[in-house]
């Protein structure tokens, strides 16, 4: 039985004069993973960076609609975006370890967050970096920089550092696009373990690994979500031509 | 084809002949000081404060002056340089009115002559804010000085963090100061040294601007409002003024050496405070 977690409601998104989505509704559902496909330029980021409202660091960058997490709607005036970012964690494309140890990248957020106490913040890292499937290959140097991980590594010790914020929603931007096929793999493997806890939504170009690894499947094209279904049924009876076009591979 | 491999090697010995040349004036200049220099320096020289306007005696005085106007004016011109930096950076929407002004006025005031600040230091603080020859007059006026070099190598070292560190920092809920102070600065950290480096050194070179703000008694300065001789001030002194071409030059050795030591102790600060390092 499925939970609706997020919830999209007519999301525009304009970059000046130039508008990136349509008008998107779609509804997100909890311990599931949803990915979103489609062309370059198509939209998919700019949606996925809508729901941790991110889009507002560009300047020029404006947004209408409304996204329900749970309940509460996220473009309120009143919400607090810090607060909704520690319940939103995002991995972007290319994995970013800030210049510090292992230990200190994973024990950002939760320092940031007021935790302060060693002892709890070592708690946080080892559950954390486990939970991420990193703690065995590095628990013997966690207070070496971090920048010496492989590709792989780095791109799991960023994730384990949104873990360690306990987020409810994870956002994933193509986060395998610069990761070899054996690293590739184990994200993927790690994607379905995370599931259990959290709801992932991801944007990939590779439309193997959305169809491996998730659960539903939104179809951008030119700004507008032409199509969105359970993973199973949109690559096996695409309703829409413009989808079965693309995931058949005719254009795109 | 011949012509254009003759034009190659030509020119490469040129480039080559430049390296050369920039290598031999510095050895030459400080082998000739050091010549020159060294037989005035002894234990006294370093330690005993001057005697009969510097004649006799040793330059303790300087020595103190000069290190105390050089942290004086950092303490007054690091947090602004560094503020004004991240505001530009950080704050201010590039092509704003207000950015462009500073930038303007960054760049105005790194061109300015030292002597042209003296002259404001002197009838602004020496005289109409009465602050006197002092240290204080003194330090103003050089934060002014430097103010430029820090803010503009402020503002490269920040610009060039990852857009990535801000990004992934502020969607792990960090806030914005918190992402600037945690992530932004530490990585921007090496780049402030550096242009507080490049300060330090102006400073203690200073000369012109000092004589008339921070005036040029031999005593020890005492405080803020005492007035002050730096190294480089009593060097021209002690020229100008026919003193004792030995002293001076022996005062310009230890100039050097202050440099050297400055430098050396920045380099090694770095390497501790960078990420990379510190962490190796």
Redesign the interface.
Known sequence: MDNLKLKSESIKVYYKDFQALHGVYMNIQANRVTALIGPSGCGKSTFLRTI?R?NE?I?GTRTEGQIYLDDKPIYDKDLDV?????EI??V?Q?P?V????IYENVA??PR??GIKKRSQLSEIVEKSLKAANLWNEVNDRL???A?RLSGGQQQRL?IA??LA?EPQVILMDEPASALDPISTSRLEELISELKKHYTIVIVTHNMQQAARISDYTGFFLNGDLVEFNRTDELFVNPRDKRTEDYITGRFG | MLNSNIQDRVIRGLMWLSGLLVVAILFIIIAYISLKGISAINLDFIFDLPHRAGKEGGIFSTIISTIYLTLASLIIAVPLGVGSAIHLEEYARRDSFFARLVNLAAETLAGIPSIVFGLFGFVFFVIYLNLGWSVLSGSLTMAIMILPTITRTSQEAILSVPAEYRENSLALGASKWQTISKVVLPSALPGIITGVILSIGRAIGETAALILTAGSSLGMPAGLLDPARTMSVHLYILAMEGISMERAFGTAFLIIVLIVIINYLANLSLRRMSPAGRLQ
């Open positions: 941790n991110l660091l300047a810090v607060e909704l970012r520690k964690g995002m972007f290319k970013s800030f210049p510090m140890s950002y957020g940031i967050h207070n070496s920089p920048a960023v550092r949104v914020v």
